[in-house]
């Protein structure tokens, strides 16, 4: 059917809504379901070098390690400003 449709624009001269016509038959043809997309899985280098990391910025990170240490938040934020978002570090600078 659609190439019957893309021939009559073809003949009427309109080659725009030829050319429109063929975008949207490959735009379709190449479109997937969102289910089928294929994830791209994280790597365990990635994940490892997060937990090596305290993010400041996350208020649940922060509160994490206050709790862990049995400091404040704000101790906390003081620490990462000091000596960096190194979660070694942080924690030993939190310890003494």
């Given at each position: 059917m659609a190439d019957s449709i893309a021939l009559a624009l073809f003949r009427s001269g309109s080659l725009i809504a030829l050319l429109?016509?063929?975008?949207?038959?490959?735009?379709?043809?190449?479109?997937?379901?969102?289910?089928?997309?294929?994830?791209?899985?994280?790597?365990k280098r990635g994940r490892a070098q997060d937990r090596a990391r305290v993010a400041g910025g996350q208020d649940h990170e922060v509160r994490y390690e206050a709790e862990k240490e049995g400091v404040s938040r704000g101790e906390v934020k003081d620490a990462i400003?000091?000596?960096g978002n190194s979660r070694k570090k942080v924690e030993a600078k939190l310890e003494g």
């Open positions: 429109n016509l063929r975008f949207l038959s490959a735009l379709l043809l190449s479109y997937e379901p969102r289910g089928a997309c294929i994830m791209t899985t994280q790597t400003k000091q000596v």
